[in-house]
């Protein structure tokens, strides 16, 4: 591109400006600014832009933001856009005050973004910032539906939460005024908000406080007593958010927000419908994300809420194919992979005893689920040690009869997708361990496998694969169970990575 074709387009622009907007100007400015748009893109960027902002100042690009022309504003917009991305934040904020104002309060979605996409720039404690921008922030967060914009605008006030400066202003009289405004509208803009909020809490126990004193915590709580499902599940999916410390843990507990989810589990009945069997569901992810939010000891809360039992019950239901008992599975995974609630789950045995009976006795989906959930509990830490390793031994001992790494290598060896993986994953936690890389050890059948790529795998299953290899040689214990052959081709296979299509198989081979 020559200094002219560029210069020439900025030329034109400035004549335009000049001109009254008629329909042609319009037309023309659009084209121009297409063109432009082009040139910034393709470059040399520093001298269109350096050149762009000579002559056509902010203030001119700003005002053809209010033009009687969609083409035209989105056009402009992206000019705009290209021509801030090297301006840092605290420019953007001593510069365009009033700009960023007009811009948030734009009726068109693309400069509403224009203008938000630059609160992603502030990032220092430092930064200045203006208790005006807040309610206009918040404000974008309105509409029934979840547009781009909404999520941009979620987007920002999370990541201006973050910063202790920014949420200061946030939070002004005004911003409250606008929030409790937006509490007041459509479910998805009210759980829009609240997510927000979960987010300024995580951050600081006193933002809970002030959002209590506020009325805004109790408005949430109110959204349990609803009968529409998906409020409901959108409620308890925010719930163990909320539970990153104590104090706000508390005062859910206080208001009865466990009681009433543990009821809602407990209430199951012969008619269940589609809808009783949802909320169940959302309790039960309640349950288990609260026992490891942090607010709570995993142990105290499981035993003051004895949800383990309840998830017993539903492992054991009869239909192998019930949502609700595969949920279940899933459930007693994600405890299994917190310590200390893994210790929990050891003495009340009954879990973990319905899991192994599950596996032992399933085929197909369910098997692949109890799969996962073992892979979640063996893997519960990179280093395990202690006890809880202990009762990840006692688990193991007990699968299959006690020729659990046989039947897994049998199941991986099923060329299903999700088997492959699941299986792979297991093997790969089970390599964390130190009674598992002994017992990994002790088949060398199963080691043959281990060093055999199969190409045809999907890539997710030949990275699980590389995985276990992979933890099996960087293991404090591999050099005292593998003789120096073998550690070799683990080493070997290490070296190479997941896709090697060399001589892998054929040593691999060679050595069984």
């Known amino acids: ?9 900025i030329k034109q622009v400035c004549d335009l400006l000049q001109s009254d907007p008629t329909p042609d100007v319009i037309l023309r400015l659009r084209d121009a600014f297409d063109s432009l748009s082009k040139q910034l893109k393709t470059g040399p960027f520093l001298e269109v832009f350096e050149a762009t ?3 056509i100042p902010f203030s001119a690009l700003f005002s053809l933001l209010t033009a009687p022309d969609n083409r035209l504003i989105v056009t402009v917009a992206d000019v705009t856009s290209q021509l801030l991305r090297p301006v840092n934040w605290p420019m953007v904020h001593q510069t365009f005050e009033e700009y960023i104002i ?30 005006k921008y807040g309610p206009h922030i918040w404000r974008c967060l309105e509409g029934k539906n979840d547009s781009d914009t909404s999520k941009l605008a979620k987007q920002v006030l999370e990541h201006l939460c973050a910063i202790d400066m920014c949420l200061e202003y946030l939070l002004s009289e005004k911003s409250v005024q606008t929030i409790k405004m937006l509490l007041s509208g459509e479910e998805s803009q009210r759980f829009r908000v609240y997510d927000v909020v979960v987010a300024a809490i995580k951050h600081s126990d006193s933002v809970f406080e002030f959002f209590r004193q506020e009325g805004i915590v109790d408005l949430f709580l109110k959204e349990a007593d609803t009968s529409d499902v998906l409020v409901t599940m959108n409620f308890y999916e925010l719930v163990p958010a909320l539970c990153a410390s104590s104090v706000p843990f508390e005062y859910l507990d206080a208001a009865g927000v466990f009681d009433k989810a543990l009821g809602q589990i407990r209430s199951a009945n012969a008619e269940e419908t589609a809808t009783s069997s949802l909320i169940r569901m959302s309790a039960l992810k309640l349950f288990v994300r609260t026992a490891d939010a942090g607010g709570i000891s995993p142990a105290k809360f499981l035993k003051k809420y004895a949800i383990v039992p309840e998830l ?8 192998s194919g019930s949502e609700i008992k595969a949920t279940a599975i899933a459930c007693l995974g994600t405890i299994g992979s917190n310590s200390e609630a893994l210790e929990y789950l050891s003495s009340e045995k009954a879990a973990l005893a319905a899991l192994v009976s599950v596996y032992n006795s399933s085929v197909a989906d369910l098997r692949v689920e109890c799969l996962r959930a073992i892979s979640c509990i063996f893997g519960y830490s990179a280093t395990p040690s202690g006890a809880a ?6 688990l193991y001992t007990q699968l299959d009869n006690g020729k659990f790494l046989v039947g897994l290598t049998k199941e991986i060896m099923k060329g299903f997708e999700e088997s492959c993986i699941a299986g792979f994953s297991v093997l790969q936690k089970i390599a964390l361990h ?6 990994i050890a002790s088949y060398q059948n199963i080691v043959n496998f281990l060093l055999m790529r199969d190409p ?7 990275q699980w694969q590389f995985a276990v290899i992979e933890s099996i040689v960087n293991s404090p214990d591999a050099k005292k169970e593998f003789d120096g052959d073998t550690l070799a081709q683990l080493n070997k296979y290490a070296r190479e990575g997941p896709y090697y299509v060399g001589s892998a198989p054929q040593v691999a081979l060679q050595s069984s």
């Open 1 to 9: 591109m020559s200094d002219k074709e560029y210069m020439k387009n």
């Open 53 to 55: 902002l000579s002559n």
């Open 102 to 131: 007009q811009g948030l309060d734009h009726p068109h979605p693309v400069v509403k973004s224009l203008v938000l996409n630059q609160f992603l720039k502030c990032e220092q404690k430092t930064d200045p910032f203006s208790a």
């Open 312 to 319: 017993t019950e539903l492992i054991l239901l009869p239909d």
């Open 389 to 394: 390793s202990q009762v990840c031994y006692e």
């Open 434 to 439: 130190a009674w598992g890389v002994h017992e």
């Open 456 to 462: 045809s795998r999907v890539k997710a299953a030949q």
